[in-house]
């Protein structure tokens, strides 16, 4: 079985930085797309940022500029650079993973448990 796990997380200024990461572990034979999900509190989980396995990134429009994800597939890794972070930023952020767990063509989601981040003066 695999494993997902987020650190990086805690308490950021405004205008400062963060860098987010999480691990996999377990039986991964292939990463595919590989995202960033946030949640504040009251509100309803909301996707943050997409890379897929040719290195292609998305975001949503409320980050796009001021985050940046990336992956390292021989670490089995996805991060979330998070520059000039808002109060609107604040949430628990939860890494997503789509993983090759036999062969064949067995793929299978991951979610994290989350990660807290604070951003507040």
């Known amino acids: 079985q695999v494993q997902l796990k987020e650190s990086g997380g805690g308490l950021v200024p405004p205008g400062g930085s963060l860098r987010l990461s999480c691990a996999a572990s377990g039986r991964i034979l292939d990463l595919g797309d590989m995202e960033w999900y946030r949640q504040a509190p009251g509100k309803q989980r909301e996707w943050v940022a997409r890379?897929?396995?040719?290195?292609?990134?998305f975001y949503a429009d409320s980050v796009k500029g001021r985050f940046t994800i990336s992956r390292d597939n021989a670490a089995n890794t996805v991060s979330l650079q998070m520059d000039s972070p808002k109060p609107e930023d604040t949430a628990v952020y939860y890494c997503?993973?789509?993983?090759?767990?036999?062969?064949?063509?067995?793929?299978?989601?991951?979610w994290g448990q989350g990660t807290q981040v604070t951003v507040s003066s």
């Open positions: 890379i897929e396995t040719n290195g292609d990134q």
């Open positions: 997503h993973a789509i993983i090759m767990i036999a062969y064949g063509g067995t793929y299978r989601t991951f």
